[in-house]
C-alpha cells in the first residue's frame, strides 16, 4: 500500500525582491523576506509529496521557499521526533507529524514563453515539486505547433469565421511521475483570468481600460474574450489529457481553473457527464420519431464516456464527507473554488478495478482576506488563493 498526497498551490507573484512583475507592484527586501517565509510555511504545513505551483515568476525564489521549508521541517523533526532509543518511537502519530525534506531533482519549472523580462510586463509560469522525481523530463505545452481553429458558423449555416488559438496565456506543464509501482502524469495548469482582454491601439492603449470613462459593452465583450480564450485553453489541455487516458495511463489533473467545478472551462477538461441512459435518447441519425439507442449502444456510449470522464476531487470529498462548501477564493462577497484537482477514472470509488482512491481533501483557506475588507489592501503578500491537497492511497493487487 502506498500513500502520498498531491496539491496545488498558487503562491501569488513570486518574485525576488526589487523587480517589477506588473506595473509599479514589486517586494521591498523586507517584503519579500515575509512573502519568503509565509510561502515556506504553507509548503511545510502541507507537507505534500507533489506539488503544483502557480504564479512562478523567477525559479530561484522558489528555490529559496523550498529551502526554507526544509529547513523548517528539519528543525521541527529535530524538535518532536523521538530516536529510536525512546519506546514509543514507533507510534503512529510520529508518522504524521514528521516533515520528509524535498530532495534534488525532484522541481521542474515551466517559465511563461509570453515573458520578456521587461520591468512592469512581466508574465508568471507554473512549476512541479516531486519528492518522487519523474519518470521522464516533463513537458511544457504552450506555443502549440498547430494553431486551434475553432471555427463558427451562422443559424442559416453560413460561414461566421473563427476564433484562432497559437499560445496559451500560460505554459501548461505535463509530468509523469513514479508513485509505488504506477506511472501517474500530472498537469498543472494556470487558465486564463477573469479580467477583461481588450483591443489595443498601436501605442498599446485599451480605451476600455479607462474607467474614468466607463464602456460597459466594451468592457462586457473583454470578458467575453476572456472566456472564451480560457475555455479553448481547458480544450488544449483536454486534448492532452485524453491522448494520455487513451494510453491507459491514470491522470490527475491540478491548478487555478480560473472557474468553478461547474464552469464551462472546468467541463472541457473533465469530459462531459455521460447521459442517465441512451436509451431514451433519440439517435443522431433517427429517421422516425420511435429511432432510439438499443440497450447495446447506451452500455458502449456510457463506457466511452465515462473511461475519459475526470472527476473533481472537491466533488468526491463533498460527497464523502457532506460538507457543503469549500472554496478557495473570497473577493468581493463572493466565495468560490477556482483552483482543482482532477482524477481521472483509475481513482474513482465507484470503478471496480481502481489503481487507488482518495481519502481526505485538505483545503488550507483560512488566510484568504475578502477583497472587500478593510484589511485586504495591506494582505499583498500571502496568497488570495487557498491551497487544496489530495490524500491518495494506492491500491495493491491483494487489495478488494
Known amino acids: 500500500m502506498t500513500n502520498f498526497t498531491i496539491a496545488s498551490f498558487n503562491v501569488k507573484n513570486l518574485i525576488g525582491p526589487d523587480q517589477e512583475y506588473y506595473t509599479f507592484q514589486s517586494y521591498t527586501p523586507e517584503e519579500h523576506a515575509w512573502k519568503e517565509d509565509w510561502t515556506a510555511s504553507q509548503l511545510f504545513s502541507m507537507d505534500a509529496d507533489i506539488v503544483g505551483f502557480q504564479e512562478i515568476f523567477d525559479e530561484p525564489s522558489l528555490q529559496s521557499v523550498i529551502a526554507e521549508a526544509n529547513r523548517i521541517g528539519e528543525e521541527s523533526n529535530a524538535a518532536v521526533i523521538p530516536d529510536k532509543s525512546k519506546r514509543y518511537h514507533r507510534k503512529a502519530i510520529f508518522r504524521k507529524l514528521g516533515y520528509t ?46 494553431p486551434v481553429e475553432i471555427p463558427f458558423q451562422g443559424l442559416d449555416g453560413d460561414d461566421s469565421g473563427a476564433f484562432v488559438l497559437r499560445r496559451t496565456s500560460r505554459p501548461i506543464l505535463k509530468a509523469r511521475i513514479p508513485v509505488g509501482d504506477q506511472v501517474i502524469t500530472v498537469f498543472n495548469c494556470h487558465l486564463k483570468s477573469k479580467l477583461g482582454e481588450f483591443t489595443r491601439d498601436a501605442d498599446g492603449n485599451a480605451s476600455e481600460a479607462d474607467l474614468t470613462n466607463y464602456d460597459p459593452l466594451g468592457r462586457a465583450m473583454g470578458a467575453m474574450r476572456a472566456a472564451l480564450r480560457r475555455m479553448a485553453e481547458a480544450w488544449v489541455l483536454r486534448r492532452a489529457i485524453v491522448d494520455e487516458l487513451n494510453q491507459g495511463r491514470p491522470v490527475m489533473v491540478l491548478g487555478d481553473f480560473n472557474d468553478g467545478e461547474h464552469a464551462v472551462s472546468s467541463e472541457i477538461i473533465s469530459g462531459e457527464v455521460p447521459f ?68 481521472s477514472q483509475h481513482f474513482h470509488p465507484d470503478n471496480p478495478d481502481r489503481l487507488g482512491d482518495m481519502e481526505y481533501f485538505s483545503v488550507f483557506n483560512d488566510h484568504l482576506t475578502d477583497g472587500s475588507h478593510a484589511e485586504a489592501p495591506y494582505n499583498k503578500l500571502a496568497s488570495d488563493h487557498g491551497q487544496i491537497m489530495a490524500h491518495m492511497r494506492l491500491r495493491t493487487d491483494d487489495q478488494d
Do not use: C
Open 101 to 146: 525534506p524535498y530532495g534534488d531533482g525532484g522541481l521542474f519549472v515551466a517559465p511563461n514563453v509570453n515573458d520578456t523580462g521587461e520591468p512592469g510586463k512581466r508574465r508568471p509560469g507554473v512549476a512541479i515539486l516531486s519528492r518522487y522525481g519523474f519518470s521522464e523530463p516533463p513537458e511544457i505545452i504552450q506555443d502549440l505547433d498547430t
Open 276 to 343: 442517465r441512459n441512451y436509451s431514451w435518447m433519440l439517435r443522431h441519425d433517427a429517421k422516425h420519431a420511435n429511432d432510439r439507442y438499443t440497450r447495446k449502444e447506451n452500455d458502449a456510449i456510457q463506457e466511452a464516456v465515462t473511461s475519459v470522464r475526470l472527476t473533481s476531487a472537491e466533488a468526491l470529498f463533498t460527497r464523502k464527507s457532506l460538507r457543503d462548501m469549500v472554496y478557495t477564493t473570497a473577493f468581493g462577497g463572493v466565495y468560490e473554488s477556482i483552483d482543482q484537482i482532477y482524477l
